[in-house]
């Protein structure tokens, strides 16, 4: 899908922020990448936020992830149902869709059959998510649980032998829901139906990139610490090398970084680390 025309730049802090609620996917993570990869910041964040803090973070829209448990197992991970009801668009993936399913009314049937692997998924409505998709297309499935009746207002959009609700929608609401994994390679269409939700439904402008948020982070620097001294302590490790590295780029000499050689480092460690730095 070809992105939208966008004014804002990330370098200034001008981009919309989509978030991921987790609920223990093994696919948090990349569901993340992919909406970055679309040019659109992403936030993981627990899956016991709060409706209020959800507004607090102001997101053009939300995504369910999914999840190793079953929305039938005891203590199972739920939702403020709050967040639901804010008017921001919801996209639900996998337990994510069960979850939204389940929480406005519809029903989530234990089939004893379980989708693991590809699926032929035929599309009855080709607009939406599908828009310009073709009717048969694979993707990508990994549940044992299934939704079989949609919440009210939501239209059943596309169906597998073993899902018959593999994608559901509620335009009014801005409320989506498909069962297979579209943030995976093997899902032909995945990043068009994520790039659909991001750029057309929550409205996202795709400006974010990884070199705005690094200039934003220098800018923050160079103002945080003015005419200042700053110290690091720099054990060679990734993250205080990248923090030391992003800190000297705002403001040079100002920095004094401090490194400890505490005898167990690799060969010859200590001395790239002092060369380096």
Known sequence: MAAPVATGQASHGDFDRVLVIDFGAQYAQLIARRVREARVFSEIVPRDITAQEVVAKAPAGIILSGGPAS????NAYG???AILE???PVLGICYGHQLLATTL???VAATGISEFGPATMTVSETVGLFSGQPERQQVWMSHNDAVSIPPAGFVVTASTPDAPVAAMEDLERKMYGVQFHPEVKHTDHGQD????F???VCG???TWTH???IEQSIDAIRSSVGAGVAICGLSGGVDSSVAAALVHKAIGDQLVCVFVDHGLMRHREGEQVEATF
């Open 71 to 74: 929305v039938h197992a005891e």
């Open 79 to 81: 939702i403020d149902e």
């Open 86 to 88: 804010l008017g921001i």
């Open 105 to 107: 009314g519809g029903t």
């Open 193 to 196: 139906i994520l790039e659909y």
């Open 198 to 200: 991001l750029w057309k």
């Open 204 to 206: 996202a402008r795709p």
């Open 211 to 213: 070199t705005g948020i």
